[in-house]
């Protein structure tokens, strides 16, 4: 089987894909770049074996990352441990396929380039793909899997830290909906998840507003990401839930490269 390794700039994810596309296993780390392949090792086959799977059920490496310091102990942990080269996202042979029309090209993130490859192969017509990420990033794909650009802002938990960080007197709250549609917070932590979550919610039905707008064709509305079904649940803007929207996109670059 093939593992997957998105790396992220908060974690990384290891996935085994079967043959057809289908994810059989899927794991999360936190991401630190000092990380060696043998700590990597040591902790992949302990999860391996609790899933019921030998090491050399991997027979292949493909890796998606935006931390560059972290690529070189994942490419050695591809050959010390499981005796293959992995492929890297965006390098020969596994280059990306699809159009990315933006004034530098060069600079669009792995983790994005490869959610506009698996969505496109999915649904069909323009797209905005929405990930909640470190970062949450919003990538418009037209009807041709073309990546046209999007927007940058800042994920929710940087946003919550930066509050609890910068507010002497602010508690650190968790991540989760209201207990109700109302915007009067009554104590401090209630006006801090008002402030945070439908904040949030009403940045992002705005610039999916704008964005459809400025596309001027319908467009479906893709989420992918850890928080995409805690936001799913009050607010209307998407038409489809992908979780593991980035390792499809792996899958499906491996298979090309190797065709």
Not at 67 to 93: C, D, E, I, M, W
Not at 107 to 124: E, F, P
């Amino acid at each position: 089987m093939l593992l997957a390794i998105d790396a992220g700039n908060t974690n990384i994810v290891f996935a085994l894909v079967a043959d057809g596309g289908d994810i059989r296993a899927r794991w999360r780390i936190a991401t630190d770049a000092r990380r060696t392949a043998d700590e990597y090792a040591v902790w992949l086959h302990q999860l391996l074996q609790l899933e019921g799977h030998d090491r050399g059920v991997v027979t292949a490496v493909i890796i998606g990352t935006v931390v560059p310091r972290a690529l070189h102990n994942l490419q050695v942990l591809a050959s010390k441990y499981f005796g293959v080269t992995a492929l890297v996202a965006g390098h020969p042979p596994a280059t990306y396929g699809i159009e990315l029309d933006v004034v530098e090209p060069s600079t669009v993130g792995a983790d994005r380039a490869l959610n506009v490859i698996a969505a496109h192969r999915r649904y069909k017509g323009d797209l905005i793909v929405v990930d909640f990420g470190t970062a949450t990033t919003f990538d418009v794909v037209d009807y041709d899997g073309a990546y046209k650009g999007g927007i940058i802002a800042p994920g929710i938990n940087l946003s919550l830290d930066a509050l609890f960080a910068a507010a002497a007197k602010l508690p650190r709250i968790a991540i989760e909906p209201p207990r109700d549609t109302r915007v009067i917070g009554r104590t401090t932590e209630d006006q801090m998840h008002v402030g945070i979550f439908w904040g949030y919610v009403a940045m992002m039905e705005g610039l999916v507003t704008r964005l459809k707008a400025e596309i001027g064709r319908p467009a479906k509305v893709i989420a992918t990401g850890g928080l995409a079904t805690l936001f799913d649940q009050r607010t209307a803007i998407f038409d489809a839930i992908e979780p593991d929207l980035t390792i499809q996109g792996l899958g499906l670059l491996y298979r090309r490269a190797t065709a």
